[in-house]
């Protein structure tokens, strides 16, 4: 069974400029999200879908960051303008889920580290 | 929002030796569970956990959800088995985990 897959795996660019991000979930997940690890931190929620609907976004920027799932299945997360703070690594989980509840057994993608000059 | 403490923060190892990774949390939770996150980043969930104990093969884990806090052992460690471990929680009707910084482990050969 295919695990998460995430791309691209690294990306540098120069501030101000847009980036995005691309999850695949594990087949059968319903539960997606995305987490944020700074370098020397645990991963922290940035949003969570279930199915389609997003039902934790609170802690998005929603000024430059911006996130869709579209059919329930892929995610896309984009950034714009990246800042240089911005510069982490971006994590995708999927969970199986029974809608409301608790987060799952979570299992995560290899993750996308940007890099923000 | 739910605090989460794991320690030691740092540990070495020598190859077959045994540790004991301890997390702490302030809060009654519902939901605890562990990862190792390996020197290239990838995390992998070890144990889903909000109670009791589990084993696979040489890991295993204990959570005391009363007294607030959880137990991850390795034993007869391995070079592989070098990495950070997290310890994720979820308190109850707040539907999101909050990790500790984790413990960075180091097996040397």
């Known amino acids: 069974e295919a695990g998460v897959v995430q791309s691209p795996r690294y990306k540098i660019i120069e501030k101000k400029q847009p980036v995005a991000f691309w999850c695949n979930p594990i087949s059968g997940h319903n539960t997606l999200y995305w987490y944020l690890q700074n370098l020397g931190q645990g991963p922290e929620l940035l949003i969570r879908?279930?199915?389609?609907?997003?039902?934790?976004d609170s802690q998005l920027p929603k000024d430059r960051f911006s996130a869709e799932r579209l059919k329930g299945v892929d995610s896309t997360l984009k950034i714009q303008p990246a800042e240089l703070g911005d510069s982490a690594v971006y994590l995708c989980?999927?969970?199986?889920?029974?809608?409301?509840?608790?987060?799952?057994?979570?299992?995560f993608g290899e993750g996308s580290r940007l890099t923000v000059l | 929002g739910i605090q989460v403490e794991q320690s030691p923060p740092d540990l070495i190892l020598q190859e077959g030796a045994n540790s004991t990774l301890r997390c702490n949390f302030s809060?009654?939770?519902?939901?605890l569970q562990w990862f190792h996150q390996n020197p290239w980043g990838q995390l992998i969930n070890l144990f889903y956990?909000?109670?009791g104990t589990k084993q696979n093969g040489r890991l295993s884990a204990t959570t005391v959800a009363t007294e607030r806090y959880s137990l991850l052992y390795i034993s007869s460690s391995q070079t592989t088995d070098s990495g950070v471990y997290f310890c994720?929680?979820?308190?109850?009707?707040?539907?999101?985990?909050?990790f500790g910084k984790g413990n960075q482990v180091v097996v040397i050969p």
């Open positions: 879908y279930e199915n389609e609907e997003a039902v934790d």
């Open positions: 994720a929680v979820e308190s109850y009707g707040n539907n999101r985990l909050a």
């Open positions: 809060d009654s939770v519902n939901n």
């Open positions: 956990i909000p109670s």
């Open positions: 989980a999927s969970s199986l889920d029974g809608g409301g509840a608790n987060t799952g057994e979570l299992f």
